[in-house]
């Protein structure tokens, strides 16, 4: 069982930057591929990032990628996501996610999920 609880959301004009912070109890964390989704209001969740268990791979939706930087600290049981030159379509829910097999790009795949924090970008 892994218990999610992200941070770090707030107010930001376009342009600027966050950091949004997910911490996760439990001894396995290492062993999961972690995930970063967003649900903006009216529409479905979705595919923002994802880094292996070790930290070696990364991947990122096409609307993130070059502004956008997900990390780990397997040391510290966190996952990290950078966010940079910040636009008001990013505006949204910002949720973590755990799995237990490979990451998928589906949102219904991954076995665990934070309470989210949200996001709003001004223009």
């Known amino acids: 069982q892994v218990q999610l609880v992200e941070s770090g959301g707030g107010l930001v004009q376009a342009g600027g930057s966050l950091r949004l912070s997910c911490a996760a109890s439990?001894?396995?964390?290492?062993?999961?591929?972690m995930g970063w989704f967003r649900q903006a209001p009216g529409k479905e969740r979705e595919f923002v990032a994802t880094i292996s268990p070790s930290g070696t791979s990364t991947y990122y939706a096409d609307s993130v990628k070059g502004r956008f930087t997900i990390s780990r600290d397997n040391a510290k049981s966190t996952v990290y996501l950078q966010m940079n030159s910040l636009k008001p379509e990013d505006t949204a829910v910002y949720y973590c996610?755990?799995?237990?097999?490979?990451?998928?790009?589906?949102?219904?795949?991954?076995?665990?999920w934070g309470q989210g924090t949200q996001v709003t970008v001004s223009s």
């Open positions: 439990g001894r396995t964390f290492r062993s999961h591929t």
């Open positions: 996610a755990a799995i237990n097999g490979w990451s998928s790009l589906i949102s219904k795949n991954w076995d665990y």
